[in-house]
């Protein structure tokens, strides 16, 4: 089962308890638009090279439809709709109007040369180009994206429109209307929001005491990481493909930062235990962040995690089966579109700087973030969940989708 089809099980599951009509439900579950492109490259060597893109628009009942967008061998259209669908959740629930949207190109970026990435991205970007506007759909980064992509989009889609456009896209390098602090945003919110569940859920009198492992240690992880080391929580484990480190008394996170800056693994570092990468989702620790890729706790190993609460910084990092097995154990797990969102946050934020053209400074960035999206998010998943009984998950997907149907209720649907 993949993502798309593990989220449409979740969505089920909060409509069916939110009582919603019929027709709605069955409008909302499925995506509004699908497009498919070929994108013929001119490489290196002379030869044309033709390179599948996706972007699928989920709904856009609640403004322009948002999401980032990923370059990684094996991109299909059902992942991409999976991601594209979960993006309007995300967006629903932290009260931004935007509707959910994803894009994604099947290539192994390492093996292009930065000519042929910049040539991909171009000629994507125009094949996009009746599709991508700053009002209609905005990309971002994903995976395997960065600012550098996104300048480039933004030019591209500028000189096509015959004007500036720096709304069309988020994540931009802030030379180019950038804005401070998307880098860390994501990172930032799962830790934020995994310190207050930690208050919540643990059964621990001090929960500064609390262990922390993150499965990941790209932008997201290294930033939660070094969120809770700064907030003197004991960091256990981290994680990338290559290895797990470990340290039952708490790793150094900034001197494994500086490591992974100048190798770009974490194989190498030599002041913590070395083990299999996969080990770090089964440690006995009170706080696992899975902040790589998608289902890697799943139906056969989630009976072997020990860890008392998930924070999913990764989009859907459990499927429906693994949920199943661990609400068993009681485990606490925070849902992607809560834990996550911080990225998407930060981007209206960029996007609202873009068109006023007032440059936001970071400290008010990261405060606003956090009182008035992640923590306040965080409050009204857990009071809902508490009020209906159910898991939190559940209750995030009841406040998204009770706001989009009380839009589409008002406005009709067209």
Same mark, same amino acid.
């Given at each position: 089962?993949?993502?798309?089809?593990?989220?449409?099980?979740?969505?089920?599951?909060?409509?069916?308890?939110?009582?919603?009509?019929?027709?709605?439900?069955?409008?909302?579950?499925?995506?509004?638009?699908?497009?498919?492109?070929?994108?013929?490259?001119?490489?290196?060597?002379?030869?044309?090279?033709?390179?599948?893109?996706?972007?699928?628009?989920?709904?856009?009942?609640?403004?322009?439809?948002?999401?980032?967008? &990923?370059?990684?061998?094996?991109?299909?259209?059902?992942?991409?709709?999976?991601?594209?669908?979960?993006?309007?959740?995300?967006?629903?629930?932290?009260?931004?109007?935007?509707?959910?949207?994803?894009?994604?190109?099947?290539?192994?970026?390492?093996?292009?040369?930065?000519?042929? #990435?910049?040539?991909?991205?171009?000629?994507?970007?125009?094949?996009?180009?009746?599709?991508?506007?700053?009002?209609?759909?905005?990309?971002?980064?994903?995976?395997?994206?960065?600012?550098?992509?996104?300048?480039?989009?933004?030019?591209?889609?500028?000189?096509?429109?015959?004007?500036?456009?720096?709304? $069309?896209?988020?994540?931009?390098?802030?030379?180019?209307?950038?804005?401070?602090? &998307?880098?860390?945003?994501?990172?930032?919110?799962?830790?934020?929001?995994?310190?207050?569940?930690?208050?919540?859920?643990?059964?621990?009198?001090?929960?500064?005491?609390?262990?922390?492992?993150?499965?990941?240690?790209?932008?997201?992880?290294?930033?939660?990481?070094?969120?809770?080391?700064?907030?003197?929580?004991? $960091?256990?484990?981290?994680?990338?493909?290559?290895?797990?480190?470990?340290?039952?008394?708490?790793?150094?996170?900034?001197?494994?930062?500086?490591?992974?800056?100048?190798?770009?693994?974490?194989?190498?570092?030599?002041?913590?235990?070395?083990?299999?990468?996969?080990?770090?989702?089964? #440690?006995?620790?009170?706080?696992?962040?899975?902040?790589?890729?998608?289902?890697?706790?799943?139906?056969?190993?989630?009976?072997?995690?020990?860890?008392?609460?998930?924070?999913?910084?990764?989009?859907?990092?459990?499927?429906?089966?693994? =949920?199943?097995?661990?609400?068993?154990?009681?485990?606490?797990?925070?849902? =992607?579109?809560?834990?996550?969102?911080?990225?998407?946050? $930060?981007?209206?934020?960029?996007?609202?700087?873009?068109?006023?053209?007032?440059?936001?400074?970071?400290?008010?960035?990261?405060?606003?973030?956090?009182?008035?999206?992640?923590?306040?998010?965080?409050?009204? $998943?857990?009071?809902?969940?508490?009020?209906?009984?159910?898991?939190?998950?559940?209750?995030?997907?009841?406040?998204?989708?009770?706001?989009?149907?009380?839009?589409?209720?008002?406005?009709?649907?067209?």
């Amino acid at each position: 089962m993949n993502i798309y089809e593990n989220n449409q099980k979740r969505y089920d599951k909060a409509c069916e308890l939110l009582g919603v009509d019929a027709n709605i439900h069955a409008l909302l579950r499925r995506t509004r638009r699908q497009i498919e492109v070929n994108c013929p490259v001119k490489m290196d060597d002379g030869s044309l090279k033709l390179f599948k893109g996706f972007r699928v628009q989920h709904t856009r009942a609640m403004g322009p439809t948002k999401g980032g967008l &990923r370059y990684a061998k094996g991109v299909n259209l059902e992942e991409v709709k999976g991601l594209a669908f979960l993006m309007t959740w995300k967006c629903a629930l932290m009260g931004i109007p935007f509707g959910g949207a994803k894009g994604g190109i099947n290539v192994d970026v390492q093996k292009l040369s930065i000519g042929e #990435l910049e040539r991909l991205t171009r000629r994507y970007t125009k094949e996009m180009s009746t599709i991508f506007h700053p009002d209609r759909d905005i990309p971002a980064p994903d995976m395997n994206t960065n600012p550098q992509i996104m300048a480039w989009i933004y030019d591209t889609y500028s000189s096509l429109a015959g004007k500036d456009s720096p709304g $069309v896209v988020t994540g931009k390098p802030l030379e180019c209307h950038g804005i401070e602090g &998307r880098i860390e945003a994501t990172g930032l919110g799962v830790a934020t929001i995994a310190l207050e569940a930690s208050k919540d859920y643990l059964d621990l009198k001090d929960t500064s005491i609390a262990t922390f492992a993150i499965q990941g240690f790209g932008n997201v992880g290294s930033i939660a990481s070094k969120t809770f080391y700064e907030n003197r929580r004991t $960091v256990v484990a981290v994680s990338d493909v290559t290895c797990t480190l470990y340290d039952e008394n708490g790793l150094n996170i900034p001197e494994i930062i500086e490591h992974v800056s100048k190798t770009g693994v974490l194989k190498g570092y030599e002041n913590a235990t070395v083990m299999d990468r996969d080990e770090i989702l089964f #440690l006995d620790v009170d706080v696992l962040c899975p902040c790589a890729l998608e289902n890697v706790i799943k139906k056969d190993n989630a009976h072997k995690v020990k860890a008392s609460i998930i924070v999913e910084g990764a989009n859907s990092p459990l499927t429906p089966e693994a =949920d199943e097995v661990l609400s068993k154990k009681h485990t606490i797990i925070v849902p =992607d579109i809560l834990a996550n969102a911080g990225g998407v946050v $930060v981007s209206f934020f960029e996007w609202n700087q873009a068109r006023s053209m007032y440059r936001w400074k970071k400290a008010d960035v990261f405060k606003k973030l956090k009182e008035d999206f992640m923590i306040p998010n965080y409050n009204a $998943v857990r009071d809902m969940a508490r009020a209906h009984k159910t898991d939190l998950r559940t209750a995030s997907f009841m406040i998204a989708i009770d706001k989009v149907v009380k839009n589409i209720k008002a406005r009709g649907i067209d």
